[in-house]
């Protein structure tokens, strides 16, 4: 399962990467945070972006086009860190990911 963010993939996924990078400016943020139906209407993100959004299906996200960097706003946004982010898009739990990390002391 590797999916590589290609030229296709970022032509694939341009709109909802602008939408995302936009997450890292302050007034995007809150305005995602407090209507984010909204927010994902006037990006003009079609109903399918909006579902993976919605759920905050990262892997769905990823084979839709989007970028590991842009992703990392939303998680954000969130309050999801990026161990939980990368658990769920290998079908683990966040211990099950932290236990193949070799970090000393992971749950």
Not at 82 to 101: D, I, K
Request: with cysteine; proline share 4%.
């Amino acid at each position: 399962g590797t999916y590589a963010f290609d030229l296709a993939a970022s032509a694939r996924g341009m709109r909802l990467n602008r939408f995302l990078i936009g997450l890292g400016h302050a007034e995007k943020r809150a305005a995602y945070k407090a209507d984010a139906e909204a927010a994902m209407a006037a990006a003009g993100l079609s109903e399918t972006e909006r579902e993976l959004l919605r759920r905050l299906d990262w892997l769905g996200l990823v084979k839709l086009g989007a970028s590991f960097f842009t992703l990392e706003k939303l998680a954000r946004c969130h309050g999801v860190p990026n161990p939980a982010m990368c658990a769920q898009m290998r079908g683990e739990t966040l211990p099950q990911f932290l236990q193949t990390r070799r970090v000393p002391g992971a749950m």
